[in-house]
């Protein structure tokens, strides 16, 4: 299975700054997400993220706030942007393997907006 | 949008009972995943059943799948300290491009 290395696992920001994560993986991988999990909930899919192309998008967030890179097959960064209290929450990477099969997950960036 | 349903929302147990986790959801599904999350970790993927199956095992975890229902279910027997996480379930519609769609969860608390 993959190994991710998700940076920084945590960060205390100040309101209107952005923040950039960054999701390593230990083998080239075509697909990537990015996932949100605000506090006490469930993960909530921000984005697709596939070497190339733009990224795709759920309802609900937009790639002016959610920036995100993917240069190569094993690397992809995800930006929030002008930040704000409301966006306190643990962002999570993840990597698929074959079609069909789990997700493999980084430890997550515990972002704090005060 | 969410499409798994756990319950319940939270459970504690004492150490050696079993603990039975329930998922509903709303759509058709290629296969339904259970994953465990650690006091605000990353998640770990514990066990994939796929649409044609009903029942799979794996060390202490046991999962049921009833497509008619759209339900699933998590056993865990002779549960330990250890197994104290946030368990939840998602479902692959079988897209392909998209991730998966996950339940809001069940946080189980073990008592020695």
């Known amino acids: 299975s993959a190994v991710i290395s998700q940076k920084p696992s945590r960060d205390i920001c100040q309101r209107g700054t952005s923040l950039t994560i960054q999701c390593q993986v230990d083998?080239?991988?075509?697909?990537m997400f990015w996932y949100r999990q605000q506090p006490g909930q469930s993960l909530t899919l921000i984005a697709t993220a596939n070497q190339g192309s733009e990224a795709t998008y759920e309802s609900g967030f937009v790639i002016d706030k959610f920036p995100i890179s993917r240069p190569n097959l094993t690397f992809s960064t995800l930006t929030v942007s002008n930040m704000s209290p409301e966006d306190s929450s643990i962002y999570l990477c993840s990597v698929a393997g074959p079609r069909g099969s789990p997700l493999h997950f980084g430890n997550g960036t515990r972002l704090t907006v005060t | 949008s969410q499409q798994g349903e756990e319950d319940p929302q939270a459970l504690s147990i004492q150490e050696g009972e079993n603990a039975t986790m329930n998922c509903s959801y709303k759509t058709s599904i290629n296969n339904l995943q259970w994953y465990r999350q650690n006091s605000g970790r990353g998640l770990v993927h514990l066990i994939l059943i796929r649409s044609n199956e009903r029942e799979k095992h794996s060390g202490r975890l046991r999962v049921t799948l009833d497509t008619s229902k759209k339900s699933s279910s998590l056993l865990i027997t002779a549960s330990r300290a250890a197994d104290t996480a946030s368990y939840f379930c998602a479902t692959d519609a079988g897209g392909g491009a998209d991730g998966l769609t996950f339940g809001k969860g069940t946080h189980l608390i073990i008592q020695p």
């Open positions: 083998s080239q991988v075509t697909m």
